[in-house]
């Protein structure tokens, strides 16, 4: 996806974007391919492919919500700053705080913050499970993109959302995943609202965009610690 390409198919999401933001995504790609050699943050280095699946990819959360109307989001396990740091870019009133295990991550993208000249963005260096505890019902959006399967991520960032706000993950085929995800919303209170499923352009590959929203307040004890998650499922 070369950048008219990008121009023209974030149009169609109904996202104005400016010479400004186009630049701050240049500077983004620049950064992470230099930094993509010190640390392995993504396989994905082609200039075409990064603008394709990572920065257009990010941008196709807007199919489901209006950011606009958006105050608070966590990103968990955001990696190379994947929704979340290019949603910020054209949406720069989102308070974003952005949680990832891995301390590589967070200093990259401390780094990468401080170059774009990007305000209002908390890092957070946990595991979202204990950082979960202290933190029920505190965002209005959390997003997770390309992280776990379904029924880990729900247990994880379902009580992190509002009561009747959203949790909303960006995945590739969720076709399995999503039989086996009803026992997970009903004891933590969630409802599937919308799955939108499409194609990437170009090359055609299959995305789904699935919305939770928090129909209820976390029961105590959720979520699990990661262990308890992963060998025993709800």
């Known amino acids: 996806m070369n950048k008219e390409i990008f121009i023209k198919e974030v149009k169609k999401l109904n996202i104005d974007i400016s010479d400004n933001q186009l630049k701050q995504l240049e500077k983004y790609y620049e950064i992470l391919i230099e930094e993509n050699a010190k640390t392995n943050l993504t396989a994905i280095t082609k200039k075409e ?18 950011l606009t109307k958006v105050n608070n989001i966590l990103d968990v396990g955001s990696g190379a700053g994947f929704p979340s740091i290019v949603l910020k870019i054209f949406y720069p009133h989102l308070h974003l705080d952005i ?19 990007l305000k209002n963005i908390n890092l957070i260096h946990d595991r979202v499970e204990i950082y979960a505890l202290e933190n029920k019902e505190k965002y209005d959006l959390v997003t997770a993109r390309a992280v776990a399967n379904l029924n880990t991520l729900i247990e994880l960032c379902l009580p992190l959302v509002k009561k009747d706000c959203y949790f909303i993950a960006l995945k590739g085929n969720i076709s399995e995943e999503i039989k086996n995800i009803a026992n997970e919303l009903n004891i933590l ?23 939770i929203k928090k129909v209820g307040i976390t029961p105590k004890g959720y979520p699990r610690t990661y262990d308890k998650i992963k060998k025993k499922p709800l």
């Open 189 to 211: 209170k969630g409802k599937i609202e919308e799955v939108i499923e499409f194609n990437l352009p170009i090359e055609d590959s299959l995305r789904n965009i699935i919305k």
């Open 99 to 117: 949680i990832d295990s891995n301390n590589k991550k967070i200093t990259f993208l401390e780094k990468l913050i401080h170059e774009l000249n």
């Open 49 to 66: 492919d990064v603008y394709l699946k990572h920065f257009y990819d990010s941008l196709t959360l807007v199919k489901t919500i209006d």
